[in-house]
């Protein structure tokens, strides 16, 4: 399964002047504020620029143009129009080093990609496009370093479960402003799928969806995506940073599995398979994102030999999640992975000689029972989880719900003594810092074999809200009431949003939780909550008095 792998790296990090990176966000804020369409007889480019996937010698460029007004996303209106792309080592684009053209067309909702070659290892550069004489803002980003160096830091930001209609994207404007990333590690959720006051209901809805209803056809998926990418801070956040992504279930419908979805009607809403191959073709075109020979999402970059990160896809091939309390979770024919996959991943993790092993993994691999919770927090956490209240013991849509491919992998990095294994983590809208023990119900007398960060949502409803009471008025007994079940649970947070920011060096990988103030406002503030680290060659999390600076 080579073909899966892209051998990048990211080894020193450099960091770049902070004048650089707010001259890129200035230019994406000024994109998204710029003169309506119907006013614009040029071409124009209303969702700004992105890049992604850094390798050593190469990085993806992306953006959207409209060539015309009547030429919106999903419209599958406009003419053809050249895209000419240069990448600089400076802002001003004196000093230019790669060049190219391309073609931006409807059969591709005018959203074009370049894959640049023959950059230096480990560097900064500047991008921007031009069509009809019109120039795109400027966005920064950064190559991997050399696969064989020795990098002594690599730092993302870390993010997930972006819903547009509750809240505005003020986490991703505090890791804009950062000069210190080498790159934004977004783990899936990164649009929402559900119709316009559904998730949440009208009456806490922020902004508006675009389309107002569901999504399903290629056209929905298209106008989502292009909505997305007009929020100033998210414009900001691909303008200064490049982004690895990884797809969960809302890029499709909520738990979504290989031959269906919960929020999937067969008939009305069409053929699932129908349904996915249109969510897939909008995703590639609108991310910038290196899509497998297979179509999927997983792959591999490497940070030099400090770390190789490696990206899961828990949606593609993932049997249907088990009914609750039908003992099928343990099913070994049931899988979340799927075999290539997860064949795919251990041998990446034994062949591998980075000092450390992160895995962007969508959904919490962690065990966790929730069965011994308060019934009155049973009942809405049940509802955050997407599961019925009555007897809820595990998240199925989780990895404990397959827990025959967990059981699999983790007796893997066991056996085979693989060390400094960290799983990344979104979906749950909380932030866990977890030990990965072998065998939970033995913890702490048996091995933790691996860690596990989870950050929580940027936007999407978390406990409180679903309670609609202020953070940390019952929230803290739920997750009293979770770590007394789950010893290996060292935090959790149930009712805060933002965003983390992941450190690692040789010696350790510490993860930063920082918070907003209050995701309704579009001036938000951020700040450090907490930090946990795994010290190389412990498999455990402690806590971290400070953030890395």
């Known amino acids: 399964m080579t073909s899966h792998s892209i051998s990048p790296a990211p080894t020193r990090r450099t960091v770049v002047k902070a004048a650089a990176v707010t001259a890129a966000t200035a230019d994406a804020l000024a994109a998204a504020a710029g003169p309506a369409l119907a006013d614009a007889p040029a071409p ?7 890049s992604g996937d850094p390798l050593p010698g190469s990085v993806l460029l992306w953006t959207r143009v409209t060539p015309s007004p009547e030429a919106v996303p999903g419209s599958g209106l406009g003419a ?72 002594p830091g690599v730092r993302f930001g870390v993010v997930s479960c972006a819903n547009y209609e509750a809240g505005h994207f003020s986490a991703y404007r505090h890791l804009a402003a950062r000069a210190d990333l080498d790159a934004i590690l977004h783990l899936g959720d990164y649009i929402y799928e559900y119709a316009s006051g559904v998730y ?13 209803h569901e999504i399903v056809s290629l056209a929905d998926y298209r106008t989502r995506h292009g909505r997305y990418k007009t929020d100033p801070d998210l414009q900001a956040l691909h303008a200064a940073h ?22 999937h009607t067969p008939g009305a809403e069409g053929e699932w398979a129908a349904r996915v191959a249109a969510a897939k073709r909008a995703y590639f075109e609108w991310m910038p994102v290196r899509a497998s020979t297979e179509g999927t999402v997983f792959r591999r970059l490497r940070f030099g030999r400090l770390a190789d990160l490696h990206l899961l896809d828990l949606r593609s091939f993932r049997s249907a999640q088990a009914k609750t309390g039908s003992g099928t979770v343990d ?14 991943l251990k041998s990446g993790l034994a062949g591998s000689d980075a000092a450390w092993q992160l895995v962007g993994t969508s959904v919490m691999i962690s065990p966790v029972a929730f069965g011994s919770l308060p019934a009155y927090l049973l009942e809405p956490l049940a509802g955050l989880l997407g599961l ?101 649970v060292k935090w959790v ?29 579009p001036a938000a503030s951020a700040s450090w909550a907490r930090s946990y680290r795994t010290a190389s060659g412990t498999q455990r999390v402690e806590r971290v008095y400070q953030p890395v600076i």
């Open 44 to 50: 124009a480019f209303p969702q700004g620029v992105a």
């Open 80 to 151: 053809d129009v050249r895209v000419d792309w240069e990448v600089a080592e400076d802002r001003g684009f004196a000093r230019v080093v790669a060049s190219g053209a391309t073609t931006a067309g409807a059969a591709a909702d005018h959203t074009v990609k370049a894959d640049v070659r023959g950059l230096r290892p480990a560097t900064a550069y500047f991008f921007r496009f031009t069509a009809g004489g019109t120039v795109s803002p400027t966005g920064r980003t950064r190559t991997a370093p050399a696969a064989d160096s020795a990098a």
């Open 200 to 212: 949440p209901k009208a009456e806490d809805t922020v902004r508006t969806h675009e389309p107002r």
């Open 242 to 263: 490049p982004v690895v992504a990884i797809w969960d279930d809302h890029e499709f419908a909520n738990d979504a599995w290989t031959g269906g979805a919960e929020n």
């Open 331 to 344: 099913d070994p024919d049931r899988t979340i992975t799927g075999r290539a996959q997860l064949d795919w």
């Open 493 to 521: 947070d149930m009712d805060h949003h933002g965003y983390g920011v992941l450190d690692v060096t040789a010696e350790r990988s510490q993860m930063d939780y920082y918070t907003v103030s209050d995701k309704r406002d």
């Open 388 to 488: 019925p209240a009555e007897g809820i013991a595990v998240n199925v849509d989780q990895w404990d719900g397959y827990t025959d491919d967990r059981k699999e992998l983790l007796a893997h990095l066991s056996s085979r003594a693989i060390r400094n294994t960290v799983f990344l983590t979104g979906d749950i809208h909380m932030a866990w810092a977890n030990d990965v023990p072998a065998r939970a119900a033995t913890y702490p007398l048996s091995a933790s074999v691996a860690t596990e960060f989870v950050v929580t949502s940027v936007t999407s409803d978390n406990l409180d809200d679903l309670l609609n009471v202020a953070p940390g008025t019952l929230s803290v007994v739920a997750a009293g009431a979770v770590k007394a079940a789950n010893r290996h």
